[in-house]
């Protein structure tokens, strides 16, 4: 049977032999493609997955780490450091009451960082009393302890009563402290 004879006596059962197997190599064709397709991205997959892993795990942690020390410090952003600072000094194990926080300009020292550094003293009407330097001692600690990015620079300890040599001191001290926080530069306020 020709092909010529094939054609011109089409029915219904030769139309149907003929979409069925123009369909088929139409599908052959596409099934290959898409084989050749996923043999390629399982090699891909092999090969590039572990390390996506590890390093998903990785930044996984790393976020876990900051996101726990963000909690922990009270010091979270630079708006508001008189709170953290007068938060501390009303601890329980401080006690120094209320106080002033004086911040200065912003320094750079290194790229893309700058330093703030915060005057902290007693209020006036508790500054001629003295406080006693365990509670002063305690005050530094919490400062560097509650948070990892502010660290005590500068200390200035007077007597607060003014005694001869052989006098003994009640062991109160007017005080003032400095207190610098470094944080990553904004691009507004970076120094050049």
């Known amino acids: 049977m020709a092909l010529r004879e094939f054609f011109g006596s089409m029915n219904s059962a030769r139309w149907i032999i003929v979409v069925g197997v123009l369909g088929s190599v139409g599908l052959a064709i596409n099934g290959w493609r898409l084989y050749d397709q996923r043999s390629a991205l399982q090699a891909q997959l092999v090969k590039e997955v572990p390390e996506r ?24 952003t630079q708006d508001k450091p ?4 007068r938060g501390i000094a009303t601890h329980e194990t401080v006690k120094l009451g209320q106080i002033d926080v004086d911040p200065a300009q912003p320094r750079s020292y290194y790229k893309d960082t700058q ?6 003293r007693p209020q006036v ?30 200390i200035r300890l007077d007597p607060a009563q003014r005694l001869k040599p052989w006098e003994t001191s009640d062991d109160r001290w007017k005080w003032e402290i400095a207190a610098t926080s470094r944080a990553k530069a904004t691009s507004a306020g970076a120094a050049k």
């Open 82 to 85: 008189d709170l953290y600072f």
């Open 125 to 154: 009407s508790k500054a001629d009393e003295g406080f006693p330097r365990d509670r002063l001692a305690n005050f530094m600690f919490k400062i560097e302890q509650e948070s990892g990015r502010v660290r005590v620079t500068r």
């Open 53 to 76: 892993a590890q390093n998903i795990q990785f930044l996984g942690r790393l976020f876990s780490k900051l996101q726990a020390d963000a909690e922990r410090e009270g010091f979270v």
């Open 115 to 120: 330093d703030l550094t915060y005057t902290l």
